[in-house]
């Protein structure tokens, strides 16, 4: 058997568009399942089917290649791999690595969502068991200018400040007591949405309240805040939600989890680059909200149908979504630097870290997802942190995190990420919060 070599594209039918060649992905990690089945070719610069298929002697030519990677439109996606079946190399005593392959690092088993059982209630009070939640609005802001005019400034967080509008506070009402439990962003109306449900299996219900905000960088989807409540009604942490609904609050091994879904573009290993909606599990264990460990994150481009239900869980559940480990989702890492976690604080629904980089005395930056990079008054040791990370195995916590209790980290490993740029040409940065000794290599 022998390799063909072929630049150009011999056949132009149905899947004859060449496309811009993706980054490559480097050799796998430990512990990273390699299939034995298949393996992955990159598209080449000026590549289309036709020609890779003669390229790798694919028997079938490039219908069958097709058909293997379930292609059904008459383009190959920027930056996609493709999915080569290799028996036919194997069996034939060749290495794929010969024909230009890649090993393939095998998705994590897809799991179905299941919506847990919950007690729900809706308005703009909700009550469940003893508790009743409410949204209540404060007193107008003390920077409110006296022409009523209704001023807004776009803040950090995505979230549309208006100087002139009352703010919100979710209240918990229990024993014949008032609490205020979270302050909410200013835009957004007064109704909440409670569940009551048993999230770590231990018999004792906890309470996620979604209260709706205003953000205008989620495709244009309503989001939520998500509020946590412990089992004796105190507030455990808080984050954004892009999309809330049926499958929020889905089944686990023991108990439920929270569903954290969010827009970001990002590069898939298979799909290319693009705009993707990513779901998180969370899940609630010794009192805090925490990624499940090695759990992946699920990604669907946004090539949704309008007939489809508008539910978290059913875009999570189509044909085209994949869970991939985190650190394996092929987003090229141009810089990491290492650093112990000296300071946390929450600020504007968010944690902040500061990290000391170089040893005792060394370098401190603030890692803050409110601070806006394009912000010229922004001091040059505060960084935008677009992700946070968590755990040995990468775990993605929303970067708009607020825990119960953030000085936790202080004292923990930490290293900062920078990725490719976003959209305006600016770096990508996540913090790894507890981070291995030894960095994992993409």
Known sequence: MTIARNGACAVMIALGACVVPGEPESAPDEGDRVSEDVALYRVGDGEC?????????????????????????DRIREGAALRVPIAYITDAGLAPRDFGLEPFREPIAKAPLVACRDEVARGECATVGDTRLCVEATDAS??????????????????????SQPGRVLVEYRGGERREIASLPQRGGLDV????????????????????IDLHNHEGWESVRAVVLDDLGAFAASFDVAQWGDGSIVESDAGCDVLATSWEWVRHPLEGEGMYFVGRRLAWRDGAITPRDG?????????????APQTPAAWLSGPETSWWPELGDGTPVRRETRGVIVDAWLADGALVTEVEFGGPGGRR????PNAVEYDDARPPDVLPVSRLRAGDRGATLPDMFAPADPRRWIGEDALAIETGDDDGGAPMRALWL?????????
């Open 434 to 442: 507890a981070a291995p000794m030894r960095a994992r290599q993409r």
């Open 193 to 212: 949405e409670a569940h009551r449900v048993d999230l770590d299996g231990d018999g004792r219900d906890e309470i996620v309240a979604a209260i709706p």
């Open 295 to 307: 759990e992946a994150l699920r990604r669907f481009r946004t090539y949704f149908h309008a007939d």
């Open 365 to 368: 930056v603030r890692f803050d």
């Open 49 to 73: 089917l036709s020609g890779i298929a003669e390229r790798l002697s694919y028997p079938g030519g490039w219908r069958a290649l097709a058909k293997a990677n379930q292609l059904r439109g």
């Open 142 to 163: 003390p920077l409110a200018d006296p022409d009523g005019d209704d001023d807004c400034v776009l803040e950090a967080d995505g979230a549309i400040d208006c100087a």
